[in-house]
């Protein structure tokens, strides 16, 4: 067996995995509590972005969620068919598609706003570790983001 200690390619020692495992098992988390909303992981993202802003087009949902439009595009229309937001072609400009909230998706914030403490209580984190982890993360992805750009 090889020393993680000096093996660069140890698991453990991989900062992608970590990563991966940790957003795998958090979102794990929330999976029953949006279910209750009839929700998806994605799904609540999108609806998280128009709660704070709507009407949004469909390629600022995507800027937004760090999402192609190909992959925005899908969780939109199923939350079209859901009744939660509609998508009309924007009259200053018929290229731009509007995401904008239904009653029914405004109405679904109230239930939403017990799920940033419902899933905090069932990791056992306190408000000041997620501003934490938060904090840690943010300046990882920004750096990752121009690593990828550099790459192109």
Not at 82 to 96: C, I, K, N, Q, S
Request: proline residues 5%; negative net charge; glycine residues 4%.
């Amino acid at each position: 067996m090889i020393d993680t200690e000096v093996n660069p390619l140890a698991l453990e020692r991989q900062v992608c995995f970590a990563l991966a495992v940790a957003s795998r098992s958090v979102i794990g988390v929330y999976r029953p509590v949006l279910e209750r909303l009839g929700l998806t992981h994605p799904q609540y993202l999108v609806m998280l972005a128009l709660w704070e802003q709507s009407p949004l087009s469909v390629s600022d949902v995507a800027r937004l969620l760090q999402l192609d439009l190909a992959t925005a595009s899908p969780l939109i229309k199923r939350l079209e068919g859901l009744g939660l937001v509609d998508r009309r072609r924007d009259p200053a400009d018929e290229r731009t598609l509007r995401v904008t909230l239904t009653d029914a998706g405004r109405e679904l914030r109230t239930e939403a706003l017990e799920v940033p403490g419902t899933v905090m209580e069932r990791l056992d984190l306190t408000l000041d570790e997620v501003q934490a982890l938060h904090a840690a993360l943010t300046p990882l992805i920004t750096k990752s983001r121009v690593a990828q750009a550099v790459a192109r």
